[in-house]
């Protein structure tokens, strides 16, 4: 019972509907301590706006990332192959690959022949709940409802319009006239 007791802050996590920065998107298991590899669909990548992460970088050599247990780093292979390794477990990523790492550091060697490019994120698990994404959090907020445009508030406009073309049309008269403009 203490050991599932030390297990729960790391593997409670469960990633919320959407990953627009920095929103989380629903996995199909928790993330435990340690790094979890999951592939994603095109559509996934759209939908989560993964190609607007901040995070962009060419790795040709092997390399190490780390997250804390306050946050999960997620990793998306655009390019390239790697293995990504930590204490437990090995697992080979290519493109289309998202690691959600928490928790923990994970060594990643690549594969020869031109690298990996990598998109990240760090976000913080107090922005992602167990239900997913918290209230609080910057989820997309809903569009507000406009009021139509009034008839009152389209002749304000149209009035508006046709005295500013008066004063457009006077104004380059005078200056026609005055020689200060060549007529067209």
Known sequence: MALLAL????????????????????????????????????????????????????????????????????????????????????????????IMIQGGQTKWDVAEGGGITLISLVTSTDEVTGEGVAKDSAAPKEAEELEPVTLKEYAGLLGAGLLLGFVLSVGSTLLQSSGLLAPP
């Open 7 to 98: 297990l729960v802050p790391c593997s409670a996590l469960v990633l919320g509907p959407r990953l627009s920065a920095p929103t989380a998107r629903q996995a199909r298991a928790s993330i435990r301590c340690g790094f979890e590899v999951e592939e994603l669909s095109q559509s996934d990548v759209m939908e989560m706006n993964v190609m607007n992460w901040p995070g962009l970088e060419k790795r040709t050599s092997a390399f190490s990332q780390s997250a804390s247990d306050e946050e999960v780093k997620m990793v998306y292979v655009k390019d390239g192959e790697a293995t990504v390794s930590d204490a437990e477990e090995t697992k080979t990523v290519g493109p289309g690959s998202l």
